[in-house]
C-alpha cells in the first residue's frame, strides 16, 4: 500500500498543550534549509552562534552549553550519566511526574536517589531542603524548575542554590518548561547543570536538549572514577565537538537541520528581548486565568504566585466530561490541549501558553473554543 | 551581537561526502511541515506508516521497527545498551572506524568485545567468524555491513549469520551507509538486530537512526537480569510508545518533524522501488569509479565486488595534496567529499553516491569539479 505524503494526512491543529507548541514559519523555514555538512564552516559558524544565543537565553557565561542531539529526556539523561557515579546520594524533590523519572535515571547509573516528598501542585520549603541536605551526605540535588505535570513553579531558586553549595554538593535542574517563558538565572541562581527541551518555549519543534553545565560540574565529569555509562552523551567527548573557534573533534553527525530550527528559534526570542518574552508571557497567562476561572475551572496549584504562566493545570467544571471535550476541542476546533497526569487523569487540563502559542489573539480563540464545546452539544449529536 | 537568518549565512553545497546526502525538495517540504502534537491521532497514523515502511526497507517483519530519537549513534548505543548485560562476551569484527566505536559501547555497559581483526580496506572472512566463534563462547556478533571509513562492503552476510546462530549467539548489524543503497535483507539474512541512519541512502536530514530487532533479541532485552542503563534508549519502555493499533504509553515526546521527514523519505524511495534504487546506486558507482580511475584514483578495497556502491575510499592521484584540493572543491565549487579516516587521513578521499545524490547529472557535475581542480591552480593565485 502507498502511503499520502504527510501534507495530505495531517490538519492544522493549535497547539496549547503541555507541548509542542506552534512553530513560527520562519523556524519552520529555517528547519528545511537545504541540508550541509555537520563539518562545514558556515554549519560551524551556526553552532557557534547557537551556543552564543543558548548562553543568553540561559543566563549563564558556561562555556558548556550545548544542544544534546535528542528530545528534552535525553538532556536529563545526560546530566545524570555524566555527573551521577555509581554510589552517589543525589537529593531529588518529587512533586510531579518528572521528579519521579530523575530518580528512575539515578538508580539506573548506579546512584541512590534519595526523596523530598513533596505533595503533587506543590514547590519544595527551604527548610525542607535544609533538613534533607543536612541528613543525607549527598553529592547533588535535582528539582524541577516547571513542573509540566502540576503547573508549579519553584520559587526561591536562589536560595536553594546557596543551601546545596554550603553542602558542598551540584545544584541540577530541569527548566525544560520555563527555559525562554519566564525568568531562568542560571547562574545568579547557582545552578550547576540544567537541561531544557526546544518544544516549549522555544517554539522549535521537538528533537533536540538544550543543555548548561558550568565549570564545577565539568570538574565533576572530568574527574570520574569510571568511563560515562554512555558514548552518546559522554560530555568529554561532545565538547571537542561543540568547541568554539578551537580544534574540532568529530563525535557525532550533528541533527543540522534540527540546529538551523534552534538557531532560529533563539534569533527570534532575543530579537524580541528576553524581558518582553517574559512579560508577554505573563500578560496572557493573567488573561488566561482570567477567562478559564470564569469558565468554571480551578488551578491544581493554589498559590497564584507558583502558578506557570506557561502551563495552565486546572480542574474542569464540575461536571465536565474531561476526556470527551478535550476528543471534541480536537475535531471539532482543531485545538490541542493536554490531559491530567496521575492522580488529576481524567480530572484536570492543561492549557499551554508556550512561546509562539502564547499571543493575546490566540488566547482569545483558546477561550472561545473551550466555552464553546463546554456550552454546546457535541456535533452531529442534534436531532 | 545579532546574528542573521540561516539563510543568509548557509551556501548550497553538494553533498558528496559520507552523509548527510542531498536532500530532495519534497523530504524538506515535509520536514518544515506544521508541528502538530506526539499524541495526536494524525502523528500516530505517520508514526503507523513509518514503521511499516521502515520494515519494506530493512526486508523484514520484525515488528520492533523504529527510529530512535537520535542521530545513528544514538541507534548503536540503543542496541548495546539493550543487548549487552555485564559480563556479556561480544565477538567484533574491526575493520574500520566504527567497529572500534562498537567495542567502545560493548565496554561501557559492561560487557566485553572480544576483536575479530581485519585489514581496514578488507573484510571478514567465513573462517575467521568460524574460528573466533568456537573459542569464545560469546552471547553476539557484531558487524559493520558497510563500513564508512573505509568503502568496504562485507559480503556473506546470510552464511555469517547461520555461523551466529550455531553457536547461539545474536547477528548484530550496522546497517548505517548500506541501507536503502543496497540489499539489507534483515530477515533472509538471519540478521536479530540492526541500527542505520537518516542521513545516508535515505536521504533524510541526520537526526534519527532507525532500528530494527526480532522476537529473539528482543527475548533478550526483556529477559535482563538488570535494569537497561538508559532510560532514553530502554526499549521495554520505548516499544510500548511505538505500539501499532495498541494503547500507547507516552515514553518522551518524539522528534515530530523529523519523523515527517523520514516518512517523506521512505515514501519516495518505495515509490521508486528497491530495486529500482539499489540499480541506479550500482550504474551510477560504475560511471563514478570509471571517473576516477581515469583521473588517477586507486581504490582502498582491493575487490571490485567489495566496494560500496554508495561511498567511493579512494587514494588521491600520486602527488595530489589532499586538504587543499578538498577545501578546494569547497570554495570553489560548493561541493563537499570527505577526507580520509585513521592510517588514509591526508591521503584519501570518501566520495559519497548516496540516495538523492546519487544521480546520473551529478556523477558528471562530480567527476568535472574534480577533474578542474586537480588540472587547475587555485583561483586567484595566477599572476
Known sequence: MEHKPVRDQVRHVRLHGPGPSDVSDSVLEALSSRTIGHLDPDFLRIMDQTQEMLRQVFQTK???????????????ESLVANLVEPGDRVLVVRNGVFGGRIADEISRFGGEAVDINVEWGKTVELDQVKQAL???G?????LVHAETSTGALQPHMKEIGQLVHEHDALFLADVVTSLGGTEVKVDEWGIDAAYSGTQ??????????????????????RSRRTPVESWY?????IEHYWSEGGARKYHHTAPVNMIFALHEGLRLILEEGLDAVFARHKRNAAALQAGLEELGFTYIVGKPEQRLP????????????????????RSECNLEVGGGLGDFAGKAWRVGLMGHSCREEKVHALLRDIRSVLESE???SGP
Open 200 to 221: 516549549k518555549c522555544l517554539s522549535v519543534p521537538p528533537g533536540l536538549s538544550p543543555i548548561t553545565l558550568n565549570d564545577r560540574a565539568m570538574e565533576k565529569v
Open 134 to 136: 543536612s541528613g543525607a
Open 138 to 142: 549527598c553529592q547533588g540535588l535535582f
Open 378 to 380: 457535541p456535533e452531529g
Open 62 to 76: 558556561n562555556r558548556m552549553t550545548i544542544p544534546i542531539s535528542g528530545t528534552g529526556s535525553s538532556g536529563m
Open 233 to 237: 552523551f559522554d560530555l568529554t567527548m
Open 310 to 329: 506557561m502551563l495552565h493545570a486546572v480542574f474542569l467544571p464540575e461536571g465536565a466530561e474531561e476526556g470527551k471535550l478535550r476528543k471534541r476541542l
